[in-house]
């Protein structure tokens, strides 16, 4: 679907057009420090039973509090911490720091939420992945099934046995997998039959035309029904509307993410809103 495979090789191509040679070097220098000076942060966006609640649980989506730039969002570093290998230490504070937290919340008794973390394809084809994941799940005392990893379909498609090995091996252990944008990187339904997932995650870019463009609505109405008889659970990102709520609720979405619902907000915030939606 070119509509919302554009979006992220745009902003790449953006972000370097636009930023000149030296800006590029001069962030790399800072994204080499931000991780040890503490200027990563990460932000939390609910998920939600659809149509309103209760709160499954939350999506770490990582931000860098740039000493001078303010707050960066990920799309403006990653493709660079991706090109240079440094998201692999990045990665493993991302998933330490989202562990740490979704502890802090079971403990405070939150235990019916999953942590959802992205994996970026180095990080998802990096040999030591299981193992980070593992210690990690062991240093927080923190049980596999409070995890969820988001990684890609197009991630999961590049090398379709070794994905098949790895999310195996997550899976056995109890971690639960997210197929993230799904609908827009082919994959094959033999493959998909396969794969050991436990969700599939709807593309933004079907979900906002979805109440007035008959061929999007088409779309996710033919994911639902395919995530329903793999017995995948199906999440809807970047609802924005009340209508695309309801539409996505009649289609059978089980589960809701946008800005309609609770933006990405840092934890502190996170469980206020909680407080919030579930006063009676
Ligand atoms: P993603 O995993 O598909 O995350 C969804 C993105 O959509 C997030 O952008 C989120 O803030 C945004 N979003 C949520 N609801 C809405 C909505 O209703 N409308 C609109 N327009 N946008 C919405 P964000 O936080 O800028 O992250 C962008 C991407 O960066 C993520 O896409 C993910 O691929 C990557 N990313 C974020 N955090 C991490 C991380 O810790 N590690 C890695 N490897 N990648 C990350
Ligand atoms: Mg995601
Ligand atoms: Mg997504
Ligand atoms: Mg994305």
Redesign the pocket.
Known sequence: HAKAQGRDVYCFFENSMNVNAHDQLQLLQDLRHALAQGELVLHY?PKFQAPAGPVLGA????RWNHPTRGLI???RF?PLAEKTGL?IPI?EW?LDEACRQMREWVDAGHDEWTIA????PL?FSHDRLVRMVTETLLRHGLEPHYLTL?I?ESTAMRDVESSLAILSELHAMGVRISI??FGTGYSSLLYLKRLPATELKID?GFIRDLTHDTEDAAIVSAIVALGRSLKLGIVA????TSEQQEFLTKLGCDSL????LG??VPAEKFVEADKLLSRP
């Open positions: 966006q999506e770490a989506l990582l969002s990920p799309d990653i998201i990665g991302v973390v992205n994996l970026s990080q988001e890609t993230d944008d933004r990102e970047g609802v924005e993410q946008g800005y309609l933006r990405p």
